[in-house]
């Protein structure tokens, strides 16, 4: 009960963003021997309340979830995790007097908090799974899991990225460690350099699958005004949020590529356009996969369509490239968490451009975080319009009861 009223009292509190451009100073702070430790006591004094809250403001939303769903066992594991973490946390509430055995015992909490919440993605999926073999889902429950689970991952990876700053930064160092990221910010990422590697790895996969792969072309255009046209691209950025992206993005294309031109002795390249503006920067992956209907379009980031049930995944699941899972709705929160974003378009019956945009300004790169208040709670009690579109226009000629003017 004691932690009941303290998980009221830290749901309470909004989460508080903090933009890549904070990170980077916090973090070059950090790594002066000289501030080191008024550093890590601040970061320590930070996270020691922050944690908590994103954590708190989450854990009040899964309460929230549609009660088949709550009813999973798998659901009922992670809520589990979630509240163990969460005491494990309070346990440094008020410890005013910080020292070094304070400080080891808090990075020590948060690299076992990290680790059993390593696979909280996999095991919410099972539990979506769960739920779509045991009941009937109506489109409203489908939406209210996309509403919460967009939300729900996205407060995971903010909470993953404020954990893995503190450990890099303050705990024991990594030998692989590149001196010049702060933690796992990259001040000068070499965007062409990363859409490279994730090109690379996609298409180890997809000749492996299809004993074939697309080539790629990369144009670059540096329209900074601040840099020289030939200037390499680079920005203040995560690396490993945009691999991920990437990776997801050159997989999708790649299969698409192959499949649709599987009877052919060439297949077309990916052609992928990198622009640096004055407050954009954009990656396009133009394909001639063959595209996807507009009516399917959503589909893709829906993650009800991407779970199988499981039977029908084990045919598929065997292709690297298989099916569309969470990687498409994951990899549009990781480019969303900092303000950026991906859009699909696609022009069916001939290919697809997918473009990732992300702030060239670090300070404008702010965390995007839910809270938990009362909007949040009106979408889990009532039915959200599906969109307006289809209940105050006409789009077809069948009989339809007259609505009254
Ligand atoms: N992401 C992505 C995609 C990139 N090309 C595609 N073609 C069909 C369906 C999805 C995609």
Same mark, same amino acid.
């Given at each position: 009960l004691a932690t009941k009223s303290v998980l009221e009292k830290y749901a309470s509190f909004n989460p508080s963003p903090l933009s890549l451009k904070k990170f980077v100073e916090f973090g070059r702070m950090g790594a002066m021997e000289c501030s080191k430790?008024? @550093? *890590?006591?601040?970061?320590?004094?930070?996270?020691?309340?922050? #944690?908590p809250v994103r954590l708190a403001n989450i854990m009040k939303e899964i309460s929230l979830l549609p009660e088949n769903l709550l009813k999973m066992s798998s659901v009922k594991l992670v809520m589990s995790w979630y509240q163990q973490s969460f005491k494990e946390l309070i346990e440094f509430e008020n410890q005013d007097r910080i020292?070094?055995?304070? =400080?080891?015992?808090?990075?020590?909490?948060?690299?076992?908090?990290?680790?059993?919440?390593?696979?909280?993605?996999?095991t919410m999926a099972q539990?979506? =799974?769960?739920?779509?073999?045991?009941?009937?889902?109506?489109?409203?429950?489908?939406?209210?899991?996309?509403?919460?689970?967009?939300?729900?991952?996205?407060? +995971?990876?903010?909470?993953?990225?404020?954990?893995? !700053?503190?450990?890099?930064?303050?705990?024991?160092?990594?030998?692989?460690?590149?001196?010049?990221?702060?933690?796992?910010?990259? %001040?000068?990422?070499?965007? *062409?350099?990363?859409?490279?590697?994730?090109?690379?790895?996609?298409r180890f996969l997809c000749e492996q699958y299809y004993l074939a792969a697309p080539e790629l072309n990369i144009v670059s255009k540096?329209?900074?005004?601040?840099e020289n046209e030939s200037d390499p691209i680079q920005i203040v950025y995560v690396p490993s949020h945009l691999y991920h992206m990437l990776f997801e993005l050159f997989k999708n294309a790649m299969r698409a590529t192959t499949e649709h031109h599987s009877e052919e002795?060439?297949?077309?390249?990916?052609?992928?356009?990198?622009?640096?503006?004055?407050?954009?920067?954009?990656?396009?992956? *133009?394909?001639?996969?063959?595209?996807?209907? +507009?009516?399917?379009?959503?589909?893709?980031? !829906?993650? =009800?369509?991407?779970?199988?049930?499981?039977?029908?995944?084990?045919?598929?699941? *065997?292709? %690297?490239?298989?099916?569309?899972?969470?990687?498409?709705?994951? @990899?549009? #929160?990781?480019?969303r968490y900092f303000q950026g974003d991906i859009v699909l378009n696609s022009f069916e019956g001939y290919g697809t451009d997918a473009i990732i945009y992300l702030k060239v300004l670090s300070n404008e790169a702010n965390e995007m975080l839910p809270v938990y208040n009362t909007t949040?709670?009106?979408?889990?009690?009532?039915?959200?319009?599906?969109?307006?579109?289809?209940?105050?226009?006409v789009t077809s000629h069948r009989l339809q009861n007259p609505t009254p003017k």
């Open positions: 430790e008024g @550093s *890590s006591k601040e970061s320590y004094a930070f996270l020691q309340k922050e #944690l020292n070094k055995n304070i =400080m080891e015992n808090f990075t020590h909490t948060l690299i076992n908090i990290r680790n059993r919440h390593s696979n909280v993605v996999e539990g979506v =799974m769960e739920l779509k073999e045991n009941h009937g889902i109506d489109s409203n429950t489908e939406n209210r899991i996309q509403y919460f689970l967009d939300r729900f991952y996205m407060s +995971r990876i903010s909470i993953r990225m404020l954990i893995n !700053q503190h450990i890099l930064l303050f705990g024991k160092k990594e030998k692989n460690n590149d001196p010049r990221h702060i933690g796992c910010i990259d %001040p000068n990422c070499n965007v *062409s350099l990363v859409v490279q590697d994730a090109y690379e790895n996609a540096n329209s900074s005004v601040l002795d060439q297949i077309p390249p990916l052609n992928v356009m990198i622009v640096k503006g004055q407050e954009d920067l954009s990656v396009k992956i *133009s394909d001639q996969g063959g595209g996807i209907p +507009r009516a399917k379009l959503e589909l893709v980031f !829906q993650y =009800m369509y991407s779970t199988a049930p499981q039977p029908a995944r084990s045919d598929i699941a *065997s292709a %690297p490239l298989a099916g569309y899972g969470y990687g498409l709705p994951l @990899s549009r #929160l990781y480019a949040a709670s009106k979408v889990y009690h009532t039915d959200i319009p599906v969109n307006d579109w289809s209940s105050s226009w």
